[in-house]
């Protein structure tokens, strides 16, 4: 199981590696991370680490940035000994994550996230991988990290508009989960929360889904709440010059939408809706979506892993804390539910 720690990311990681012994260490980050995190923890690190770096964004999420974290380490002849270090956000722990637990069949990795979404939500469950041909995620596996350290000192670097993303995951985590937390958080807006309550307790959340659900079965179904259509949206945006969403905008709008399918095809009550899509909006702002792309959107919402055949499996709310999952909704109840948000 993994162990999570909070608080100093570079006294933990010594720690946790004067535990390892004959093992080389590789760094893995994208081109910000490398810049803005590394020197938080470079002391930490034995001198002989070896350093990978991709180009950072979701458009480099793929096996071309792969092939390169591969040859690095084989040109360095990592044995299967070697310890992996993800030091980034959700794109470096999803990618390095995969790197690591497929090369030479799998060696170890720790994940430090350093992005409000990865310490909520990407940096643990085990989910590895990485976009292919358009369609988030499409190649990957499940690995567990041995350790994610989270140390909230990474958000001071962190672009407003990326902390804003992570968010949408900490709103997620409440509407699944806890009503009471949920009612707490909508004090504030995002850029007033304190993060050293917010995070543990996001994190806590997801952890214990995961714990008790690992290959999704059915309760850890329950994280995918506004995934299925931000998802889609995430995809089609990617390759639009000029709107591309970022993963938590993306599944902000997911959020009010699934939220407006919980009315309508389940049994959440109206001024729940009306609560959690004002909020939403008031922090993330409305998005003007293109309408005459529904068709293509749809054709992406298709290809979502959370599908059996021609199906679309949506994960739902019973009410703000509670959801339900594996709910089959008429053809175009997801194009109804995009159709309210532009409304909005
Ligand atoms: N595996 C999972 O369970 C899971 C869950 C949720 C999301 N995800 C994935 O996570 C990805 C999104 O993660 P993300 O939002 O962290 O994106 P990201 O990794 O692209 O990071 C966002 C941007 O911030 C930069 N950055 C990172 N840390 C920084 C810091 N401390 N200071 C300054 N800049 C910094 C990055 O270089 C990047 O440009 C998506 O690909 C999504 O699919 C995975
Ligand atoms: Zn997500």
Request: charge should be positive.
């Given at each position: 199981m993994t162990e999570i720690l909070y608080g100093n990311s570079k006294e933990n990681l010594r720690k946790a590696l004067s535990a390892q012994q004959n093992c080389r260490v590789a760094v893995i980050t994208d081109t910000n991370t490398v810049n803005h995190c590394l020197p938080l923890v470079e002391?930490?690190?034995?001198?002989n680490y070896l350093r990978v770096t991709f180009s950072h964004g979701e458009e480099n999420k793929n096996l071309s940035s792969c092939e390169e974290v591969w040859d690095t380490l084989t040109e360095a002849k990592m044995d299967r000994n070697a310890l992996v270090i993800n030091l980034g956000g959700g794109v470096v722990t999803d990618l390095g994550g995969f790197c690591a637990a497929t090369y030479k069949r799998g060696v170890r990795f720790i994940n430090i996230p350093t992005t409000l979404l990865s310490q909520v939500d990407a940096s643990v469950g085990g989910k590895l991988g990485v976009d292919f041909h358009g369609y988030k995620n499409h190649i990957g596996l499940f690995a567990e990290p041995e350790m994610v350290l989270i140390d909230p000192s990474f958000l001071i670097t962190l672009p407003e508009r990326e902390l804003r993303s992570g968010f949408a995951e900490v709103i997620k985590h409440c509407l699944i989960a806890d009503e009471t937390q949920w009612k707490h958080l909508i004090l504030n807006h995002y850029d007033k929360q304190d993060w050293s309550s917010i995070i543990p307790h996001s994190i806590g959340i997801k952890s214990d889904i995961v714990t008790k659900d690992f290959r999704e079965?059915?309760?850890?179904?329950?994280?995918?709440?506004?995934?299925?259509i931000g998802h889609a949206l995430e995809s089609y945006y990617l390759n639009i010059p000029g709107k591309k969403l970022l993963h938590g905008e993306a599944i902000a709008i997911g959020v009010i939408c699934e939220a407006w399918l919980s009315v309508e095809y389940n049994q959440m009550e109206k001024n729940q809706l009306i609560e959690l899509q004002d909020y939403i909006l008031d922090n993330f702002g409305k998005v003007k979506l293109d309408m005459n792309a529904l068709d293509e959107v749809m054709d992406l919402m298709f290809q979502d892993?959370?599908?059996k055949g021609n199906t679309i499996l949506f994960t739902l709310l019973n009410s703000i804390g509670s959801a339900c999952w594996d709910v089959d909704l008429p053809q175009d109840a997801p194009v109804k539910a995009i159709g309210y948000y532009d409304n909005l």
């Open positions: 002391d930490a690190l034995p001198d079965g059915g309760l850890r179904k329950t994280l995918n709440f506004g995934h299925t892993k959370k599908n």
